[in-house]
């Protein structure tokens, strides 16, 4: 049997720089429709257990350490990495926000209606509201930013099959007419990453809003060096009152997890995200940890075309799939990167109001002879002579623990592989593009299925070489029927029911080999505050991230 990697490795294998295309299509980051009933409660991080906070006091310089760039801050043009999301947040707001529950709450927006078939929503705005540069909030505003998402390089992709079009209909109500029925619209479209508000006045400049931008949130853009600091400072004019705490607030990009670590140790920085247990582990008790363990998956995604370039694709035929997923030991994988990670075989946690019983989900179990019955059935399925894999990752060297043990453990059971690693721009153009047998990666994370649905539609499948955001290119008429039925209800269970059946049938397909669940943590020095409105919700997401303008520091 090869020997495997040593636990004390502790990788990082997952991808968390989302795909250019899913980045700037996080807008399907929903939950239940505001016209429906509502989930009994919304996934909760796993860790909540903060100190009690006195009463805010005002001023000073928070350094945050972050393990992501982001390629610009217009988020429907640009490749916005997890942390770009979290740091864009600072200057732009989306028009709602999302509850404990997962519902939809005014935010920029103070009301919101659709008619019976919920393909024209009436938004009413919130008064008063102005973005940095001094430019009005309002209906022509928000007409503008929809024009722009559904013209978006990227964004467009998406946006070109929901929205008709929008148009005023008084300085402060907006009228969005849908090409299709889209029941979770308030959470799904006005709840997300693409809806963060920007000024007009940036979608006229040559790089919109990129190097430079303009919203209406608690902090203004300062300034910004690639790679290693993003600065905003009080915006004095905030619409909420007594927001924000902190004159100023500085993200500094510091890729490697142990250069973050040792910055928070050394009070350089005061907060930082990781996605190191181990290190999360060494810091608990002296700083503040507060761990979202159960809301991403890490996984694999199996490109089914058939060929990648002129290289025979395993992947396309399902007994490949097959021994691949039962050649994979998750737990020792889980077990590999920390203690306590979750194993679960769909795309939410079996704890959160979207998961599947494990029990139910459909998935292998690991089995290393099924695993040899499979190759031997793919090898006369097919006429190959052997069963090799190319294996795509990301190019970071706490991962190589992760990759090597797969390709000891595939190996076990007579499947060659070879590892090919990138950088994080060019994994992203390597998933677009479908140039990979098998990819390590991360992309369900959102609150709400919808948001899925883009992984999984025949609408978003091209052939290799090609812009495709179903990245498996698996598609099928029950799958696109379900989908369609779910963005024209509002109940819940229904809704349910019918992502279980979307999640049994790529089970049974094998489009994803499940790994575990990402160990995704805040770490913060105890003269941070305010954090315990991070903990209210999940915050391993896409999400638009409103809570800046209650973190203080006490001095």
Not at 272 to 293: C, H, I, P, Y
Not at 448 to 453: H, K, L
Request: aromatic share 8%.
């Amino acid at each position: 049997m090869p020997r495997r990697p040593s636990p004390r490795q502790t990788p990082r294998p997952w991808l968390r720089l989302t795909l250019a295309a899913v980045a700037a299509l996080s807008l399907l980051t929903a939950s239940c429709s505001s016209t429906g009933e509502s989930l009994d409660s919304q996934r909760a991080p796993t860790d909540e257990s903060l100190p009690e906070d006195g009463a805010p006091q005002d001023g000073g310089t928070l350094v945050v350490g972050v393990y992501q760039e982001t390629s610009g801050w217009n988020p429907t043009y640009d490749r916005w990495a997890q942390m770009g999301a979290l740091v864009g947040s600072t200057v732009l707001e989306p028009l709602t926000v999302l509850d404990d529950q997962g519902r939809a709450q005014p935010w920029l927006a103070t009301a919101w209606r659709s008619d019976p078939t919920f393909k024209t929503w009436t938004i009413t705005l919130r008064p008063g509201v102005r973005f940095h540069d001094g430019t009005a909030f309002d209906a022509d505003a928000v007409v503008a930013n929809v024009e722009d998402q559904v013209k978006g390089v990227l964004s467009g992709l998406l946006m070109s099959k929901l929205i008709a079009g929008a148009h005023a209909v008084d300085a402060s109500t907006v009228q969005i007419d849908l090409l299709t029925p889209w029941a979770a619209f308030p959470e799904a479209y006005m709840a997300s990453q693409t809806s963060m508000m920007r000024s007009p006045k940036t979608m006229t400049e040559t790089n919109p809003g990129s190097a430079h931008p303009v919203g209406t949130g608690p902090y203004v853009f300062k300034d910004w060096t690639r790679d290693d600091t993003f600065a905003v400072e009080r915006n004095p004019s905030y619409w909420r009152a007594g927001e924000p705490h902190l004159d100023r607030l500085e993200f500094r990009v510091i890729t490697e997890d142990s250069a973050r670590a040792t910055a928070l140790r050394a009070s350089d920085i005061d907060m930082m995200f990781t996605l190191s247990a181990k290190d999360v582990a060494e810091l608990d008790g002296d700083f503040t940890v507060v761990r979202d363990w159960d809301t991403e998956q890490t996984m694999m995604i199996a490109n089914t075309r058939p060929m990648v370039g002129d290289h025979v694709n395993p992947m396309a035929n399902i007994h490949g799939r097959r021994a691949i997923a039962m050649a994979t030991d998750r737990q020792y994988l889980a077990d590999l990167v920390g203690q306590g990670l979750q194993l679960y075989s769909a795309p939410f946690s079996p704890d959160s109001p979207w998961g599947l019983p494990e029990a139910q989900a459909g998935y292998p179990a690991f089995d290393q002879d099924g695993a040899r019955k499979e190759v031997a059935a793919y090898l006369a399925d097919t006429g190959q002579s052997s069963m090799e894999i190319q294996l795509l990752g990301i190019a970071d060297t706490n991962s190589s623990g992760v990759l090597q043990a797969l390709q000891a453990q595939w190996a076990e059971v007579g499947i060659t592989s070879s590892v090919r690693t990138a950088d994080a721009t060019s994994l992203i153009q390597g998933m677009i593009g479908s140039v990979y047998d098998l990819v390590v990666t991360s992309i369900y994370s959102a609150p709400d299925p919808d948001q899925d649905f883009v992984f999984w539609s025949r609408e978003y499948v091209a052939d290799y070489g090609k812009l495709s955001i179903n990245f498996s290119g698996y598609s099928s008429d029950a799958i696109e029927a379900l989908i369609a039925r779910s963005r024209s209800t509002g109940d819940q269970a229904t809704r349910h029911d019918l992502l279980d059946q979307i999640v049994k049938e790529h089970n049974a397909q094998l489009t994803s080999i499940w790994m575990y669940a990402t160990p995704f943590s805040l770490v913060a020095a105890p003269r941070v505050h305010g954090l315990k409105a991070i903990a209210d919700e999940p915050f391993a997401n896409y999400q638009p991230k409103t809570w800046w303008g209650r973190i203080w520091l006490s001095r």
